[in-house]
């Protein structure tokens, strides 16, 4: 994350007389503070970074900054209002009127997830239609629903009116999925957690307007038992029975907003302890769900699909959950009082910020422009290792290892560099496959010219390791 403070503030903290809060984690943190008098001064505006760090800027996300700079924190799941929530809850009208906002999106998103899984259905479906439901569509149809200009029943959306420009194919896939008897179950079964999800947000919201601190942490334990029953409805491994990777993902993406929902319930009570564990395990959950979305991809247009909504995942939703988690933990440091002040400094922060800055950023999904640019550097298999190499960096090490020991047993040395660090993802899963046509075109690798039509599967050596984290190193 990146924050945007006026440019007084940012002045002050350039030559030292204002500093920066720092996380457990040393992730600065958006706050602007008085060293000599421990006075807040202002809270910053975040912004998605133009930059990335050194482990981050050879990847997916390195290549991103470069395309399309600094942006809007645009999370694909997480409410946008999630990123300074943790400031304003010290006071009741603020903060609560934010956490209002923030489950009511999820509330939206979820839904709106729901009913694109609807549009793909149960099976593989055609590059059309899922180029109807993917990101850039996502991204719209979640601004209809939050203006209401799109119905939610029964925790579905009814895509045929806003679809039927996308083509005949497309209004027939809706119609054999509405009449699938196996999706029907399906769908029943998402038709009884979203209204145990809904009626759980219902109860958090009115617990909102409770004066009384018993009377509504009462009312939101009532609210977070419902999201619970939700959640063992939505996380029961049958509904992904018989999914494609795309469908899958959907359906993990409602999990990931349900288990939002339950870490504000927590908040709301200053259950802070619960709340950073909750979200340190969803982090590693939607990496390992995302990991296993991708063992499962088999052709290229679920990638096309797959890779930009991937993307803005590792980007933004991931982002955003940790800093959360950062402001959270560095909250149980401040004492009641310091705590008043952070919520009562947000307003005027956000009309200083406001007054003092014209520029707005376009909130243009820039992940499907990143995407079709590395496919004219790349092919299938490497671009989906370079999705796991940013999922998990770890992995990468196993792919440095093969290349250096090919690169040395060819009669290539120029090909093992003496450090990785500089090399960027998408150099090693290029290197990688390379080296693997050569070594063994009889072991089901592609061909050189195959890569180019790719429908191939991980390679062997990682789709070994994807689930664990003992792998090879260059000692």
């Known amino acids: 994350m990146d924050y945007l403070f006026t440019s007084a503030t940012q002045a002050l903290l350039n030559t030292g007389k204002l500093a920066q809060p720092v996380a457990k984690t040393g992730k600065l943190l958006p706050v602007a503070r008085d060293p000599a008098t421990a006075q807040f001064v202002e809270i910053a505006k975040i912004f998605y970074p133009s930059t990335t760090g050194t482990q981050e800027a050879r990847g997916v996300l390195g290549f991103l900054a470069q395309l399309a700079g600094g942006g809007p924190v645009e999370p694909l799941v997480a409410p946008v209002h999630l990123t300074i929530a943790p400031l304003q809850i010290a006071q009741t009208h603020v903060g609560f009127q934010k956490i209002y906002r923030m489950l009511n999106s999820l509330k939206i998103n979820l839904a709106v997830m729901q009913a694109t899984a609807a549009v793909i259905g149960i099976g ?13 569509q996502i991204l719209k149809f979640r601004e209809e629903a939050k203006h209401q ?22 209004i027939q896939q809706i119609y ?26 219902k109860r958090c919201q009115s617990a909102l307007t409770l004066p009384d601190i018993q009377l509504r942490n009462a009312e939101i334990n009532i609210g977070r038992d419902l999201l619970f029953e939700a959640l063992k409805i939505y996380d029961n491994p ?41 979200l340190s395990g969803l982090q590693s959950k939607i ?5 296993t979305v991708l063992k499962g991809c088999q052709s290229e247009p679920e990638l096309d699909f ?87 960096p770890e992995l990468r090490r196993g792919h440095e290892f093969y290349v250096s020991q090919q690169a040395l047993l060819t009669g290539y040395q120029a090909l093992a560099p003496s450090s990785w660090q500089e090399i960027s993802d998408l150099t ?28 191939w599967h991980f390679s062997k050596t990682l789709k070994n390791r994807l689930f664990c984290g003992d792998l090879p190193n260059n000692d």
């Not at 939610?152 to 996308?166: A, E, P, S, T």
Request: contains cysteine; negative net charge.
């Open 176 to 201: 054999k999925v509405a009449h699938d008897s196996n999706f029907q179950m399906y769908r029943q079964k998402l038709v009884n957690g979203y209204d145990s999800f809904s009626k759980g947000i």
């Open 238 to 278: 049958s509904l992904l029975e018989g999914l494609c990777s795309t469908a899958q993902l959907r359906q993990m993406e409602c999990i990931w907003a349900i288990e939002q929902a339950i870490g504000i319930t927590f908040q709301l009570q200053r259950a802070y302890d619960i709340v950073s564990d909750r």
């Open 124 to 136: 593989t479906v055609s590059e059309t239609v899922l180029s109807a439901v993917n990101l850039d």
């Open 428 to 455: 090693v899963a290029n290197l990688y496959y390379y080296f693997k046509v050569r070594e063994d075109s009889t072991e089901n690798y592609p061909t050189e010219q195959e890569l180019e039509t790719p429908s």
């Open 287 to 291: 990496r390992q769900d995302c990991l």
């Open 306 to 392: 797959l890779f930009p909504e991937l993307t803005r995942i590792i980007g933004h939703d991931l982002s955003v959950i940790e800093f959360w988690q950062n402001e959270l933990d560095w909250m149980q440091t401040l004492s009641p009082k310091e705590q008043h002040q952070l919520a009562s400094l947000d307003k005027q922060s956000a009309d200083n910020l406001k007054s003092s800055f014209h520029t707005t950023f376009a909130p243009i999904a820039a992940e499907p422009s990143l995407y079709e640019s590395l496919k004219q550097k790349s092919h299938f298999l490497s671009l989906r290792d370079q999705l796991v190499f940013a999922l998990k």
């Open 149 to 170: 200009r799109l119905k939610i029943k029964d925790g579905f959306i009814d895509l045929r009116h806003v679809l039927k420009d996308r083509g005949v194919e497309v």
